[in-house]
Structures are given as structure tokens and as C-alpha cells.
């Protein structure tokens, strides 16, 4: 079929409404094909990772618990991150991300799903990862958890049950429910072993 394709109309202005942390809030006047000239008002973003950690032998997933305040709401989620450090590479910051989150190291890592969490409002872009062979590690040297990761927890939870969970509406969190399906897509498919390495060119990224 045919895929996503880079496209860029023209920006006649752009204008910063707001400035945050993380992200900022602009107004663009864009041209269309047709020369029509639109407002669009979005968030800038540097884009994240997210790992869905499996234990194979037990099959159970690790997975956060972590309050998230625009949605007045405690998460289930993935351990995730910003791609906030120029030039490093995708698949190591998945890596220091786990490291961080959970004190895990994995041994296979490959990519699971690629995507524009909310192409209508924010530039974000995400990239999910697959990471098996895991053994316990030490979180790198100098990271300490504030705001809200001083605060959340992390256990190990049934691969089925947290299927279950994203059928059910009981589990929310984009990165866990695309994550979790996507693996269990790949699982019924067999074609685990098919799935993209760690390192695998990100286009849209990239373009």
C-alpha cells in the first residue's frame, strides 16, 4: 500500500504564543495547493521514546504507575522519555529511558511501532520500542526522579491482563496501548523476529 508521504505547504508567518518547558504553542499561516491561506496553532515538540519491556519466560511487562495532571489521572504506562539530548541516538536513549525508569538493561531491541501521537495539535513524534533478554542495572550516575516520577511506581504486570486492560478502556496511555497492541499484533502474526532492529531509520524524523 501506499505509505505516509513527506509533504511541506508553505508557511507564509509564524508567531510564538507561548513558551513552556517542553513545549511551545505557535500560530502558522500556511498556503494550501490550491492558495488558500489557513491558521494553524500547534505545539512544538521534540519528539520521545517509549519501551515496552517484555519477560518472555514469565511473560509479564513492566509498567509504570505515574500521575499525569492535564488528565487529573495516575497512568499505567511504559517507562518513556523525550529525545531531549542533541545527536543521541534513538535506540539509546530507549535504553538510558528503561535504565532511568525501572533499573532494567535489555539485551534485543527492536522496534515495535512508529507514531504521530497527536498530528492535529503537536509535532510529537514516537517511537516504540521492543526490549527482551532484560537483567536488572543501575539507574546512570547523577539521575535523580523529581515531580512526578518521585513519585510513581513500577511492577511487573501479565501480558494478557494489560491486553485486556486496553480492550476494556480500563488502560489509557498512548504509548502503552499502541505498545502493548502492536506487540501482541507481532506475537499472533509470528513475525517477532520480522520486526525492525533498534537502529532502523526513522523517516519522518529524519526528513
Known sequence: MRGDQPMNWS??????????HVSSFVNEEIETPSGEVIRRQFLTHPGAVAVVAWREDTDDIAVLRQYRHPVRSELVEIPAGLLDLDGEPYVVAAQRELAEEVALAAERWDVLVDICSTPGACEETLRIFLARDLSPTERPDGFVLEGEEAHMTWDWQPREELVAAVLTGAVESPSLVSGILALETARLRGTLDDLRPGDAPWPIRER
Do not use: C, D, T
Open 11 to 20: 508557511v507564509r508567518s509564524r508567531e510564538v504564543l507561548g513558551e513552556g
